[in-house]
Every structure is written in C-alpha cells, then in structure tokens.
C-alpha cells in the first residue's frame, strides 16, 4: 500500500495565544488499497461519514479492519491518521505537549488534535487496549458535540466537518485482554468482521499473492479446517492474514508444506503435540 505524506496548514488560530504551531503531517493514501468487500461495510462506513457517527469494527486479527479502513480513507479521498492503542499511550500523545525548541516553548498538536482540525479519519487501532484518559478525551467527539478539549491550552475545539472517528477491536478473545466498557461502546456504530467465506477467501488469497486458484482453494480448505477444531484450544485460529502469508511463501518459491508450517501451523501454537497434528492435517491437504 502506499501511503504518502503530505503537510497540513499550520494552525492560526492558536498562534493568538503566543504559541508557535508546526505545522502536522498526515497520510493521504495515494493508490486504492486492495479490499474485497464481504458485506456491506463499505455503504454503512460512507453512511457512519456523512452522519458524522463514530464507528467501531469489531473482529478477530487478520479479518481486514486496518485494509478497510484504509480503504475507505482513499474511496473518502481523505487523510487517514492510525494510533496503534496499548498502555502506555497517554491522552498527552493523542492530543499534544509543550516542546523546548530552542529558546521557544513550542505547542505540538498531537494526532488527534490534528485530525480534528483537519477533518482526518482517525483510525484507533485496539481501542480497548486504551488508557482510561484516552476514552475520557474521546467522549466529546463521540456525541453531538464534536469538539475536543484541550485541557493545557484550556480550549475547546469543534471538530471539522469531516473528522470521523473509527475504531477497532477485538472483542474478548483471550482471557485477561482489555474490554470496552458499556459506556464507551455505546457511544459507536459497530460492525462485526469476520473471517470471509471461502470463495471470497481464495480471491483474496489469489489478488494478494499471485498464486494460482488451486493452491488458493488448499489453503482456504486448510483454514476452515483448522477454524473447526475448537478442541485444540487455540487461543486465536488462522487468519486470513496468515493463509495470504502461506500464499505469498508458496508464489515465492517455497515448499507447500514448508510454507503452511511457519506461516499458519508455528503462528498458532507453541505445543509441539499440537505443531505436529496441524502440520499433519495440512500435509494431508496440500
Ligand atoms: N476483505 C479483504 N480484502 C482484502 N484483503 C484482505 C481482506 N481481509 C483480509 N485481507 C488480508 O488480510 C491481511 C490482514 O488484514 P488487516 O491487517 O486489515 O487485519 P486486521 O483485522 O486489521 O487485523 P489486526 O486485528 O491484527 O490488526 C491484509 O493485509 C490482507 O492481505
Ligand atoms: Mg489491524
């Protein structure tokens, strides 16, 4: 996918307030990332766009979230600005610090601040794993308000036109992962992804690697397969994402079987009893 970067007007109007504003970066995607649409995600994104609604997708890894939305910000034509949420991310990141550049002090708007002045998409990737401080900046933007306090500026700004707030998560997939509260899921749209039939699947797997329909359809089949075997207590099963990793290994020249091992069978699972018996499944398929 290519993204690239283009620089966004330097803010004026905080410039009263004594304070240099660098100007913000963001990404424009410049050629259409390759989605295949499995429901009809893509008329409620645009729906969720034009009612100024946040949306939240829910889905197990490897199910195309991140493609989607990268989709949709170049389908949109608008910048996409990603924060990859886990613990240490403060609500200071999102939204912006004091800097010392030289003998100045410097306001830095963080990438929140600067998709809501933009009007960017604003991809939180992993919300749930998000500190509490995060979702507390977030609620105003998620209601009717649209506006983002600033507490160390003490301003409030109103969101542009075309802000969106997107969202992902995986809900509930291992035990002691984060959850969104009721309150903060509330506050989204929500669509659930899924892992795609298997006709879809294998176009995915051919458009993303090359290979050839044959070897697609093994792969899927080895996928759905696996995906059954709840007994094996796999803590997440074979995503999409790993099927088109195999794909890629085998378009390159890997051996079959070598390929499904390191990316879909070694991935899974550290056991070696239950190394051995996906290896032994997929060796029978392919
Ligand atoms: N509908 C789809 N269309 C095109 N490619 C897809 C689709 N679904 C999955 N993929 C493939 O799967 C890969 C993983 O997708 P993506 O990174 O979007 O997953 P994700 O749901 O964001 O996962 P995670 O929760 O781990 O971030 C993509 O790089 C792409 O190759
Ligand atoms: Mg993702």
Same mark, same amino acid.
């Given at each position: 996918?290519?993204?690239?970067?283009?620089?966004?007007?330097?803010?004026?109007?905080?410039?009263?307030?004594?304070?240099?504003?660098?100007?913000?970066?963001?990404?424009?995607?410049?050629?259409?990332?390759?989605?295949?649409?499995?429901?009809?995600?893509?008329?409620?994104?645009?729906?969720?766009?034009?009612?100024?609604?946040?949306?939240?997708?829910?889905?197990?890894?490897?199910?195309?979230? *991140?493609?989607?939305?990268?989709?949709?910000?170049?389908?949109? !034509? /608008?910048?996409?600005? &990603? =924060?990859?949420? +886990? @613990?240490?991310?403060?609500?200071?990141?999102?939204?912006?610090?004091?800097?010392?550049?030289?003998?100045?002090?410097?306001?830095?708007?963080?990438?929140?601040?600067?998709?809501?002045?933009?009007?960017?998409?604003?991809?939180?990737?992993?919300?749930?794993?998000?500190?509490?401080?995060?979702?507390?900046?977030?609620? *105003?933007?998620?209601?009717?308000?649209?506006?983002?306090?600033? !507490? /160390?500026?003490?301003? &409030? =700004?109103?969101? +542009? @036109?075309?802000?969106?707030?997107?969202?992902?998560?995986?809900?509930?997939?291992?035990?002691?992962?984060?959850?969104?509260?009721?309150?903060?899921?509330?506050?989204?749209?929500?669509?659930?992804?899924?892992?795609?039939?298997?006709?879809?699947?294998?176009?995915?797997?051919?458009?993303?690697?090359?290979?050839?329909?044959?070897?697609?359809?093994?792969?899927?089949?080895?996928?759905?397969?696996?995906?059954?075997? &709840?007994?094996?207590?796999?803590?997440?099963?074979?995503?999409?994402?790993?099927?088109?990793?195999?794909?890629?290994?085998?378009?390159?020249?890997?051996?079959?079987?070598?390929?499904?091992?390191?990316?879909?069978?070694?991935?899974?699972?550290?056991?070696?009893?239950?190394?051995?018996?996906?290896?032994?499944?997929?060796?029978?398929?392919?």
């Amino acid at each position: 996918m290519l993204f690239i970067k283009i620089n966004l007007r330097p803010n004026r109007s905080l410039q009263r307030f004594g304070l240099l504003i660098p100007s913000k970066t963001a990404f424009m995607i410049a050629i259409a990332p390759y989605y295949l649409e499995t429901q009809k995600e893509s008329e409620v994104f645009q729906h969720a766009f034009k009612n100024k609604l946040p949306l939240l997708i829910k889905g197990p890894t490897g199910t195309g979230k *991140s493609r989607f939305v990268a989709y949709m910000a170049h389908e949109l !034509d /608008k910048a996409l600005i &990603t =924060i990859s949420c +886990h @613990e240490e991310t403060s609500s200071t990141d999102l939204i912006g610090r004091f800097i010392i550049k030289g003998a100045e002090t410097v306001w830095q708007d963080g990438p929140l601040t600067t998709a809501v002045k933009e009007g960017a998409l604003l991809y939180l990737d992993e919300v749930a794993e998000a500190r509490p401080d995060i979702i507390v900046a977030i609620h *105003s933007l998620t209601d009717h308000r649209r506006e983002l306090f600033i !507490d /160390k500026l003490g301003l &409030t =700004i109103k969101a +542009h @036109e075309d802000f969106m707030l997107v969202a992902s998560f995986n809900p509930g997939y291992q035990k002691g992962f984060k959850e969104l509260k009721p309150s903060t899921r509330q506050r989204f749209l929500a669509i659930s992804f899924e892992y795609p039939d298997a006709k879809k699947e294998i176009e995915i797997l051919m458009n993303e690697s090359g290979i050839n329909k044959d070897d697609a359809k093994k792969l899927v089949a080895i996928g759905q397969k696996i995906r059954n075997l &709840t007994e094996l207590g796999l803590a997440e099963t074979v995503s999409t994402r790993l099927l088109v990793d195999a794909a890629k290994l085998i378009e390159s020249g890997l051996p079959k079987r070598l390929s499904v091992n390191v990316a879909v069978v070694q991935p899974l699972s550290d056991d070696a009893d239950t190394i051995q018996a996906l290896n032994d499944l997929a060796g029978l398929m392919i």
